[in-house]
C-alpha cells in the first residue's frame, strides 16, 4: 500500500529564518507531487506540483521554492520566512494517468502547522 | 483560470439529510473530488465524478453537473462525527484547485 510521510509536524520559526519542509512517498514510482498551504480559516491555496524528477510548477509568486530531487520526495524551502507564511502545509501524491482518463484522487499527508513569530 | 464557489457554513441535525452544494468555473475540467476535513487535520477523500449524474458510496453521495458546472454532496443519517469541513476540488490539466470548503456543524 502507499504511505505518505510529512515532517515535521509542528514547527515554530522567527521572521527571517530558513525553511525546509520535507515530504516522501512510498508504495508508488513517478506519483504527481503537491504542496498545498491552508491559513487559518481558508481554503487550501496551491502552492506547487511537479509531474517528474526537476519538474516545479509554481502556482503563486512568493518567497517559498520547492525541489523534486529523487522521484518520490519533494520539498519545500524558503531562505527568508515571513509572518504570511505562517499556515498548516499539505504535502499530497496521486498516481500519473493518461490525459483525458481516470483522475486519481489527491492522497494528502498530516500536515506541518508552521506559526512565523 | 478556475473559481469555486461553496456555502461557508451550514448547520444540520444529527440523522438528518444535508446537501453541500458546489458551483464552479473553469477553463478546463477534468472531473470534480469531494474531500473530507476534521479540524486540524489532513483532508480525506470522499468521492469523484466525472460524468453527469450521481455517485453514491454508503451514506454519502455526490452529483455532477457539466453544463452547469454544479455538484452538490449528499449526507445521509447524520452522526455527530460528519461535523466537518466538506472541500469541493475541480481537477484541471495536472493540478487540482480546492474551494474554500463548507464547514459543516452537526446537532444532537
Known amino acids: 500500500s502507499q504511505t505518505i510521510h510529512q515532517w515535521p509536524a509542528t514547527l515554530v520559526q522567527p521572521v527571517g529564518s530558513p525553511l525546509s519542509l520535507e515530504c516522501t512517498v512510498e508504495?508508488?514510482?513517478?506519483?504527481?507531487l503537491y504542496w498545498y498551504r491552508q491559513a487559518a480559516g481558508r481554503g487550501l491555496q496551491l502552492l506547487f506540483y511537479s509531474v517528474g524528477i526537476g519538474q516545479i510548477s509554481s502556482e503563486v509568486p512568493q518567497n517559498l521554492s520547492a525541489s523534486r530531487p529523487q522521484d518520490r520526495q519533494f520539498i519545500l524551502s524558503s531562505k527568508k520566512l515571513l509572518l504570511s507564511d505562517s499556515g498548516f502545509y499539505l504535502c499530497?501524491?496521486?498516481?500519473?494517468?493518461?490525459?483525458?482518463?481516470?483522475?486519481?484522487?489527491?492522497?494528502f499527508g498530516n500536515g506541518t502547522r508552521l506559526t512565523v513569530t | 483560470g478556475q473559481n469555486i464557489d461553496q456555502p461557508t457554513e451550514m448547520t444540520a441535525t444529527e440523522g438528518a439529510i444535508v446537501q453541500i452544494n458546489c458551483t464552479y468555473q473553469?477553463?478546463?475540467?477534468?472531473?470534480l473530488f469531494w474531500y473530507q476535513q476534521h479540524a486540524g487535520e489532513a483532508p480525506t477523500f470522499l468521492s469523484y465524478?466525472?460524468?453527469?449524474g450521481l455517485e453514491e458510496k454508503g451514506r454519502f453521495s455526490s452529483f455532477l453537473s457539466r453544463s452547469k458546472g454544479y455538484s452538490y454532496l449528499l449526507l445521509k443519517e447524520l452522526q455527530m462525527k460528519d461535523s466537518a469541513s466538506y472541500l469541493c476540488a475541480v481537477v484541471g490539466y495536472q493540478k487540482v484547485t480546492f474551494g474554500t470548503g463548507t464547514k459543516l456543524q452537526v446537532i444532537p
Open positions: 473553469t477553463s478546463g475540467f477534468n472531473g
Open positions: 508504495g508508488t514510482s513517478n506519483p504527481n
Open positions: 465524478n466525472v460524468l453527469d
Open positions: 499530497a501524491w496521486s498516481r500519473t494517468y493518461p490525459a483525458g482518463s481516470y483522475n486519481s484522487p489527491l492522497h
